[in-house]
């Protein structure tokens, strides 16, 4: 597999790092002349297009190194899953981890209820657990990651442990070493969130999970789905309605935030079987 970063501090394989180093180490290879026989090559519009893609990653990439140095965590990158030790046999249906930027997360939580005191907040490939500290600046009751790759989990452990903000409102936070495919949701109410962690068939292994949970003890429970690649939305949007056991929740579209590589395309489900007795 090639790889285009490189390893950070912890040793695991980063792809948004050194972009400005990369792109000026081609310059030194081939020469001046190169970025105009790409124009050539490209036109002027893909050119400006592949610019602007990589210097919006660089100040989004920027800001969250600042959000991790302000906090005294480590959350930010695009973590490659090759190096990694993997639980599981799903390795190859993972996505890069890229957690959900500040912003972002701030603007999805807007479409949730504010009284969110008995409902366990699920993160489905948490990573580096920037999702789980976001959440804890909300009034959750406990606050759970499930990641498969154990040095993300020994990252996000250490996150947890180091965090502490005036704001916030649940510090009852754990990551579960695991395949997502083969956990069992907690009996509690709940809010699970998914920023395309993985390939379709895996995720409708989870959501087939969750529905049968959710019928053997029924209680109230939010699915969020984040996408910001890979066209996601467009099949985990299909999958969750054709469950028969959500509605799906109008919402405000997303910006585009400067601390978000991309503006991310994302869907609420509320599932709430009071409502459905009445």
């Given at each position: 597999?090639?790889?285009?970063?490189?390893?950070?501090?912890?040793?695991?394989?980063?792809?948004?790092?050194?972009?400005?180093?990369?792109?000026?180490?081609?310059?030194?290879?081939?020469?001046?002349?190169?970025?105009?026989?790409?124009?050539?090559?490209?036109?002027?519009?893909?050119?400006?297009?592949?610019?602007?893609?990589?210097?919006?990653?660089?100040?989004?990439?920027?800001?969250?190194?600042?959000?991790?140095?302000?906090?005294?965590?480590?959350?930010?990158?695009?973590?490659?899953?090759?190096?990694?030790?993997?639980?599981?046999?799903?390795?190859?249906?993972?996505?890069?981890?890229?957690?959900?930027?500040?912003?972002?997360?701030?603007?999805?939580?807007?479409?949730?209820?504010?009284?969110?005191?008995?409902?366990?907040?699920?993160?489905?490939?948490?990573?580096?657990?920037?999702?789980?500290?976001?959440?804890?600046?909300?009034?959750?009751?406990?606050?759970?990651?499930?990641?498969?790759?154990?040095?993300?989990?020994?990252?996000?452990?250490?996150?947890?442990?180091?965090?502490?903000?005036?704001?916030?409102?649940?510090?009852?936070?754990?990551?579960?070493?695991?395949?997502?495919?083969?956990?069992?949701?907690?009996?509690?109410?709940?809010?699970?969130?998914?920023?395309?962690?993985?390939?379709?068939?895996?995720?409708?292994?989870?959501?087939?999970?969750?529905?049968?949970?959710?019928?053997?003890?029924?209680?109230?429970c939010f699915v969020i789905y984040g996408s910001s690649s890979h066209q996601?939305?467009?099949?985990?949007?299909?999958?969750?309605?054709?469950?028969?056991?959500?509605?799906?929740?109008?919402?405000?579209?997303?910006?585009?935030?400067?601390?978000?590589?991309?503006?991310?395309?994302?869907?609420?489900?509320?599932?709430?079987?009071?409502?459905?007795?009445?």
């Amino acid at each position: 597999m090639a790889m285009t970063g490189r390893e950070d501090r912890r040793g695991v394989y980063d792809r948004s790092s050194g972009r400005l180093g990369r792109a000026l180490a081609v310059l030194r290879e081939r020469g001046p002349m190169e970025p105009f026989r790409l124009v050539r090559e490209h036109g002027l519009r893909a050119s400006a297009r592949f610019v602007g893609r990589n210097v919006r990653h660089m100040i989004a990439d920027r800001l969250a190194r600042r959000w991790d140095r302000v906090h005294g965590v480590d959350t930010a990158g695009s973590i490659q899953l090759a190096m990694l030790e993997v639980v599981g046999p799903n390795r190859d249906k993972g996505n890069e981890c890229v957690c959900t930027s500040p912003k972002s997360f701030g603007f999805i939580m807007k479409a949730l209820p504010r009284d969110l005191s008995d409902a366990t907040f699920i993160d489905i490939g948490s990573g580096k657990s920037r999702t789980l500290l976001l959440a804890s600046h909300y009034p959750f009751k406990a606050i759970v990651g499930v990641e498969f790759a154990r040095e993300l989990v020994a990252i996000a452990r250490s996150n947890i442990a180091a965090y502490r903000s005036p704001s916030q409102m649940c510090r009852t936070l754990s990551v579960v070493e695991g395949d997502a495919a083969a956990y069992a949701f907690p009996d509690t109410p709940l809010v699970v969130y998914f920023y395309n962690p993985f390939s379709k068939d895996v995720f409708d292994t989870v959501l087939d999970n969750l529905v049968a949970s959710l019928r053997g003890t029924p209680r109230r429970c939010f699915v969020i789905y984040g996408s910001s690649s890979h066209q996601a939305i467009d099949w985990a949007r299909p999958a969750i309605r054709a469950s028969g056991m959500f509605e799906e929740l109008a919402v405000a579209r997303m910006p585009g935030f400067l601390d978000a590589v991309r503006r991310i395309d994302y869907a609420v489900f509320r599932f709430d079987p009071a409502e459905r007795r009445a």
